[in-house]
């Protein structure tokens, strides 16, 4: 069965902390995707990222870097130098080829507060 | 511009009487979805749709319907509404295969 676990329910910090939200997934196929999305208060789904399991480069966006590592199931999402426009709800999700092609399969996210 | 619409976004309704949310999408997309998320079980897959007419259940189908008689179109119905489908509802479209997701605005649902 699929899983992807965030351990983290809440997460505070103080602007320009560097925060680091976890991610461990759960799979049986070889072939999947994972992906990090942001809720901001606003209530809106932003997509983030998109890894697929053949690449394990880290990946670096501005301020926000992803680490996958297979051997332990993990795709970890870092922030540096926090901002408040950073606080949101974030989710990372699984998608893989065994069974339904469509289901994401989605954490139950992070909440991050950043304070000023 | 490219985009995921909901409507309504907020309804507050009565035990029972039927209604439906409508998605639409301008992306030419083959996958939609319905999500609902509840606090702390985050976002669970309802029904999805892979192309037009074929539709399948996700993890919590019981309770709703859906139909995909047109590829840009793809409406959630509750034909009974219950208290227990107060929630949040997310309507998503994407290519086919590995591509992320494009979510909609969100529908807020009350169900007293």
């Known amino acids: 069965a699929q899983k992807v676990t965030q351990a983290q329910t809440e997460i505070s910090v103080v602007e320009k902390e560097d925060v680091t939200l976890d991610c461990v997934y759960e799979t049986r196929d070889t072939t999947y995707y994972l992906f990090w999305y942001k809720q901001p208060p606003s209530g809106e789904l932003v997509f983030l990222i998109r890894?697929?399991?053949?690449?394990?480069q880290n990946e670096i966006s501005g301020r926000y870097s992803w680490n996958f590592q297979k051997s332990t199931s993990s795709f970890n999402f870092t922030i540096t130098a926090s901002q408040v426009v950073d606080s949101a709800v974030y989710f990372c999700a699984l998608k893989d080829y065994g069974g339904s092609q469509g289901n994401l399969i989605f954490g139950k996210g992070t909440k991050l507060s950043v304070k000023p | 511009e490219a985009q995921v619409t909901q409507n309504p976004r907020y309804l507050i309704t009565v035990t029972g009487k039927k209604l439906t949310v409508t998605c639409s999408q301008n992306?030419?997309?083959?996958?939609m979805s319905w999500y609902r998320q509840d606090p702390g079980l985050g976002l669970r897959q309802i029904y999805y749709s892979m192309n037009v007419e074929v539709t399948d259940k996700g993890d919590v189908p019981e309770g709703y319907k859906v139909s995909r008689k047109e590829k840009r179109n793809f409406p959630l119905i509750l034909e009974s509404p219950s208290p227990n489908q107060t929630s949040l509802y997310f309507c998503?479209?994407?290519?086919?295969?590995?591509?992320?997701?494009?979510f909609g605005p969100g529908t807020r649902l009350t169900v007293t």
């Open positions: 998503a479209s994407s290519l086919p295969g590995s591509y992320e997701q494009y």
């Open positions: 992306m030419n997309h083959e996958y």
């Open positions: 890894r697929n399991s053949f690449d394990e």
